[in-house]
């Protein structure tokens, strides 16, 4: 009996899940970056599905405090509100570096540290995120300064946006 229900048992098995459909849709990114006033000054580009954002043309000049008011936007194009949080994927910049912060601005204008690099090149990533209306559009601030004596070399600044 066991040798005629077994090959029937893997016939059905085998017919089931050949014909198995899995259907379903991926829902695009309701809170994304979008480029600012600054984006292509500083080489940025928005990476793919528009979750991170590079930065390879950053001007760093020894011993000069930069600021960039407008690296790149986030909108929230959703219909409510979400919390928002950057993360720093970037390589350290050592100990040259006396400041780097990452700045959420909100259309209000109320700023808000993302992501502050201390003197030691050491990134530390806000652990809350930000509430972001929906509707609504912020921007990214980044300042930087390098310290008097700095070897300033080529870097690049690379944020992950996620939310919540």
């Known amino acids: 009996m066991l040798a005629f229900v077994m090959p029937v048992a893997m016939a059905a098995i085998t017919y089931y899940f050949g014909t198995f459909q899995m259907s379903g849709t991926i829902a695009a990114s309701k809170v994304l970056f979008t480029d600012g006033a600054d984006t292509s000054a500083i080489g940025g ?16 000049v020894a011993g000069v405090d930069i600021i960039i008011d407008q690296a790149v936007k986030i909108k929230n194009i959703d219909s409510i509100a979400h919390g928002v949080t950057l993360a720093w994927v970037s390589d350290t910049f050592s100990t040259e570096c006396t400041s780097i912060r990452v700045i959420l601005v909100a259309p209000n204008a109320t700023e808000y540290e993302a992501v502050v ?48």
């Open 117 to 164: 690099l201390d003197g030691s090149g050491n990134p530390s990533t806000s652990s809350t995120s930000v509430n972001m209306i929906n509707g609504t559009v912020w921007v990214v601030k980044i300042e930087i300064h390098l310290d008097d004596d700095a070897s300033v070399a080529a870097r690049a600044i690379v944020l992950q946006l996620s939310y919540t």
């Open 45 to 60: 580009t928005v990476g793919t599905g528009n979750a991170t954002f590079t930065a390879t043309g950053l001007p760093m």
